[in-house]
């Protein structure tokens, strides 16, 4: 699970030792490599690199957004990002966690200025279409080479989920737009958008990426 702490810690235990530079560069050096594996296709580096850093991500999406399940859909879909363009890493311009901090915070502030665009629109009867941004997700795969996938993908979506997502990402609508247009409740969306998110995601990355 996202964010697991270790309990029982009081102010007065000992702060860790700081990572040694080595440390640090061999970690970097580490993520580069699987990045670089997981531009080519690399499943099994797609595993580790999760592994290793699911934490910061999720932790810097809880930090933003201050709501565990919405970080953990962020989260979520920051590594359906990472997948789709790891192929475009440049580890001259940002080191690895950089990066994928970077797509944390690009995602966290979308979901932001959603939610928020949500709620005006709520207050302000009438006014549509604003302010939207399309998902950078499926924005960017539309331009990569991986879009055949990503459409064969699709297909194995329920009906419901693919028009869902489809609304949500590929219209620009808020979730209370969606729920608008499908006559269905706003809980009802998220979750069709999170489980269709998640057999998308499994679809791309198979067993060894699940």
Same mark, same amino acid.
């Given at each position: ?138 924005? +960017? ?5 991986? +879009? ?14 693919? +028009? ?47």
């Amino acid at each position: 699970m996202f964010g697991a702490g270790e309990p029982g810690e009081t102010a007065s235990a000992p702060a860790c030792p700081a990572r040694r530079p080595d440390r640090d560069d061999e970690l970097t050096a580490r993520l580069t490599e699987l990045v670089l594996a997981v531009g080519a296709g690399d499943r099994a580096a797609f595993t580790e690199l999760y592994r290793l850093t699911s934490h910061r991500v999720f932790g810097l999406a809880m930090r933003m957004l201050g709501n565990r399940s919405t970080a953990e859909e962020v989260a979520q879909e920051v590594y359906l990002q990472t997948w789709t363009l790891a192929d475009r890493y440049d580890a001259t311009i940002s080191s690895p966690m950089g990066w994928l901090m970077m797509l944390t915070h690009r995602r966290a502030v979308d979901r932001i200025r959603m939610d928020r665009s949500a709620t005006d629109r709520e207050i302000t009867f009438g006014h549509l279409h604003l302010g939207q941004d399309r998902d950078v997700v499926f924005e +960017e795969v539309e331009q990569s080479h991986d +879009e055949r996938a990503v459409l064969h993908c699709l297909d194995a979506l329920t009906p419901l989920q693919r +028009e869902t997502i489809a609304l949500a990402y590929y219209g620009g609508h808020t979730y209370s737009e969606v729920a608008a247009h499908l006559g269905t409740p706003v809980p009802t969306v998220k979750t069709r958008i999170r489980d269709g998110l998640k057999r998308l995601a499994d679809c791309l990355l198979g067993p060894a990426g699940a």
